[in-house]
């Protein structure tokens, strides 16, 4: 029986603990003899209170081996990763444990403990830039659901636990336990596309009323030729003033605007189908495959090609 511990800490984010608890206790329950048991620990001991107010009952960490230590996320690690007695503890146990996972923010901690030194790893899109920059020894990887690099996993933002968790179920259980896991949650055995597919609407997301409408006619038509004229008859503003009142909203001009939506939907349709580079170019309005390519390396920072072959 494989241990699975999780540790948590003041303010930690509810859905990164449940989320993966949640999917190792689904083989827990259906399988005999059961292949899990799952513990909660903290630095302490007793009751946390995560960051919505809901405390957790934690135990303290034990003396016995860990088979998965997940050092779960929220806003909690960047007080946590400040506690020498804190990082020691994690230490310890990523010692003991035959592997180490984070959920989001999680990653941080990771990082404070030297545990991703030199290794490849992600965290909350929102983020990967500030865990960058802390730590230029790791390797961020934004546009990641999870990643793995030899016995330490990483995961996006909090519901990517939830995929990082199916993706050890099944190292360890096989595919058919991974897949139904998934069926009960009710989740995808493996989600196509990366944290991107989330972000570029919300991030650009203005105050404006026109300029949300612009963004949502940009997204629905964006196979056609956008040009600021066209935008701005869309939502009935002289071009010059939409320029204006746009760049003011979003922080972008409308040309990088309708760039990254391209740019998104592209790579959910290269992640996710086996069409053609240059059938995506042009469902998604690139003038040419090549165009599709340049964009994917601005944003990505890999080419189409690469960012399919990760994905499978």
Known sequence: MRTIGFLVFTDFNILDLAGPLAAFDVPRRAMHPAPYRLTTFSETGGPIVSSCGLAVETVKPGSGRLDTLVVVGGNGPFAARESASFIELLQRCARQARRVA????????????????????????????????????????????????????????????????????????????????????????????????????????????????????????????????????????????????????????????????????????????TASFEAIARQTGFASAERMRRAFVRHFGRPPQAVRRIAR
């Open 102 to 273: 984070s959920v989001c923010t999680g990653a941080f901690l990771l990082a404070e403990a030297k545990l991703l030194d030199g290794r490849r790893a992600t965290t909350h899109w929102m983020d990967a830039n500030q865990l960058a920059r802390a730590f230029p020894k790791v390797r961020v990887e934004q546009d990641r659901i999870f990643v793995r690099d030899g016995r330490v996993w990483t995961s996006g933002g909090m519901s990517a636990g939830i995929d990082l968790a199916i993706a050890l179920i099944e190292e360890d259980l096989g595919p058919e336990a991974a897949r139904v896991t998934a069926r009960e949650l009710v989740v995808y055995h493996r989600r196509v596309g990366g944290q991107s597919q989330f972000s570029a609407l919300l991030e650009m997301q203005p105050a404006s009323d026109r300029m949300r409408l612009a963004l949502e006619f940009a997204r629905e038509h964006l196979h056609e030729r956008l040009s600021v004229e066209r935008l701005a008859s869309a939502v009935h503003v002289s071009p010059r003033q939409f320029s204006r009142l746009f760049l003011r909203s979003t922080g972008e001009t409308p040309a990088k605007a309708v760039e990254r939506l391209r740019t998104e939907v592209a790579h959910t349709r290269v992640t996710g189908t």
